[in-house]
């Protein structure tokens, strides 16, 4: 537990000291967020906000996890997927700033790398992890063999759980809360699991880094983190659901993700079918937005609901590691 508490704690550090500067540099270059003209009114005026935060995020992740770490395979399983994944949202990310539009990566770009990753995550679980390819199904206590699906699987969780967390990504600060929040949880899951002292150190780190960068992306926001931060967060959120076995587990510690990600789904399956808005505005944080919430209010919400999954998650995890 002594490393975890190191890492995590040293990962906010250089979040704290790095991020002013790097803001400074985003600034002097002029990186900075392109605002869809679809989006709320009030968001406007965040446009030319400094982006790519998720730079900052991963290597205060990345310094203290590579030297504390004993590069176990499942922690190196998770560590890889999510670095691809915030590769591959840093070269969105830049595709948009050098477009100067909020359309960044074709999405057969972004397919074809999303199933790649899902390809090595799936590898390194199986091959070199020992990772069974079977679907535990903890709160019915059962498990289902899947054979060749088992990639299929892994490829449902990447792409489910980066796409929602970058949908999240839509108010100060509420994807990284919440996203702390999930990994706070795979802290415990973790610890609790004989021989997984890399993978706590990694969510640690991970935790540690999303609450140091807060301390930026809290509203006001003066930098976002864009989707390098969103979907390696996804992609290292889904990794360890993968190696812990908690893929089906997944949907509720991550109920807030999947709340953004349904609002989504049903608002355009509403629209196509019925040609009717279920929501004012999807995602759902921004249908509250135009209800007239305060944006502080909705993530503080938000927060609370995602500390209420992340907590039944756990709770159904333990009691199925007991029986």
């Given at each position: ?19 002013p500067r790097f803001i400074a540099f985003l600034r002097t270059r002029e990186f900075g967020q392109f605002i869809r003209e679809e989006g709320p009114e009030g968001h406007h005026e965040k446009a ?276």
């Open positions: 537990m002594g490393e975890v508490l190191i890492g995590g704690t040293a990962a906010l550090l250089i979040c704290i000291f790095l991020s030319g906000t400094p982006t790519m935060g998720g730079i900052i995020v991963f290597t205060a992740v990345s310094i203290p996890f590579l030297i504390l770490c004993d590069y176990d395979w499942r922690a190196i399983g998770v560590y890889g997927a999510a670095m691809a994944c915030a590769l591959l949202g840093f070269a969105d990310d830049f595709t948009k700033i050098v477009r100067r539009r909020s359309l960044g990566l074709r999405a057969r770009t972004k397919l074809v790398v999303t199933i790649a990753i899902s390809l090595g995550l799936w590898y390194i679980a199986t091959k070199q992890a020992g990772v069974s390819g079977t679907l535990r199904l903890r709160s019915i206590d059962a498990t289902v063999d899947l054979g060749v699906f088992y990639p299929l699987l892994i490829y449902l969780v990447v792409a489910g759980t980066t796409s929602a967390v970058n949908l999240a990504d839509g108010l100060d600060g509420l994807a990284a809360g919440c996203a702390a929040i999930v990994l706070l949880a795979y802290i415990a899951i973790t610890f609790i699991t004989a021989g997984e002292a890399d993978l706590s150190l990694l969510a640690g780190c991970l935790v540690g880094a999303c609450v140091g960068f807060l301390w930026f992306n809290a509203f006001p926001a003066t930098i976002f983190m864009g989707d390098t931060g969103s979907l390696g967060l996804g992609g290292a959120i889904a990794g360890l659901a993968v190696m812990t076995k908690t893929e089906e587990l997944l949907i509720i510690l991550g109920g807030i993700f999947v709340v953004e990600a349904l609002s989504v789904l049903i608002q355009v399956f509403s629209f196509q079918t019925l040609r009717k808005r279920v929501f004012l505005m999807a995602p759902i944080h921004h249908h509250f937005e135009i209800l007239g919430w305060s944006e502080t209010k909705i993530i503080l919400r938000f927060w609370i609901v995602a500390a209420v999954c992340a907590a039944i998650g756990f709770t159904i995890y333990q009691h199925s590691v007991a029986a």
